[in-house]
T-cell receptor, first 113, second 115 residues
Framework: AQSVTQLDSQVPVFEEAPVELRCNYS??????LFWYVQYPNQGLQLLLK??????LVKGINGFEAEFNKSQTSFHLRKPSVHISDTAEYFCAVGSSNTGKLIFGQGTTLQVKP | DTEVTQTPKHLVMGMTNKKSLKCEQHMGHRAMYWYKQKAKKPPELMFVYSYEKLSINESVPSRFSPECPNSSLLNLHLHALQPEDSALYLCASSQEGREGIGELFFGEGSRLTVL
């Protein structure tokens, strides 16, 4: 069975500081990995995805993530955050076998001025 | 701008009312989804339509009734809901027929309050 763990429920950070949101997964089969962002009062939007190939994935709004198979991690990073990055971030793992998508519990990123 | 449009954005209904949520996409996607999201929680899958046919029902109570009139439209009919059904209802679509293997495009959601 697949599972996703987002290790931090809340991450407060000052504007222009770097940030890392952590995500670990477990799966016995090959997986697809996603990060979605949800701004207040909106739906989810894809930030980036790993399907295959290069383990360093670049997404929108300056975010990137690295797929680490040995550590079963897919941490999200941004070198310098803005107030507008304040949102809920969801890591998700999908399986080509089951077609299911499992979301993590989410991490609230709070960017302070 | 979101390419998945949901109406209404807000809905308040009593437990005896019948109402519907609507969703529309014009990206030619083959799969459409309904999710329920409680505050500060991840979305929970309710239904999946693939090629206009219901392919997944995640054991959702019958007071929720989905309908897919055509490949661009998805409805969720609501009847005799309970206060615990109050939530944000998200519609999504994808090119792939299964949620776990490609990008999901979400609407902004319909916030439902059941009194």
């Amino acid at each position: 069975a697949q599972s996703v763990t987002q290790l931090d429920s809340q991450v407060p950070v000052f504007e222009e500081a770097p940030v890392e949101l952590r995500c670990n997964y477990s799966s016995s089969v090959s997986v697809y990995l996603f990060w979605y962002v949800q701004y207040p009062n909106q739906g989810l939007q894809l930030l980036l995805k790993y399907l295959s190939g290069s383990t360093l994935v670049k997404g929108i709004n300056g975010f990137e993530a690295e797929f680490n198979k040995s550590q079963t991690s897919f941490h999200l990073r941004k070198p310098s955050v803005h107030i507008s990055d304040t949102a809920e971030y969801f890591c998700a793992v999908g399986s080509s076998n089951t077609g299911k998508l499992i979301f993590g519990q989410g991490t609230t990123l709070q960017v302070k001025p | 701008d979101t390419e998945v449009t949901q109406t209404p954005k807000h809905l308040v209904m009593g437990m005896t009312n019948k109402k519907s949520l609507k969703c529309e996409q014009h990206m030619g996607h083959r799969a459409m989804y309904w999710y329920k999201q409680k505050a500060k929680k991840p979305p929970e899958l309710m239904f999946v339509y693939s090629y206009e046919k219901l392919s997944i029902n995640e054991s959702v109570p019958s007071r929720f009734s989905p309908e897919c009139p055509n490949s661009s439209l998805l409805n969720l009919h609501l009847h005799a809901l309970q206060p615990e059904d109050s939530a944000l209802y998200l519609c999504a679509s994808s090119q792939e027929g299964r949620e776990g293997i490609g990008e999901l495009f979400f609407g902004e959601g319909s916030r439902l309050t059941v009194l």
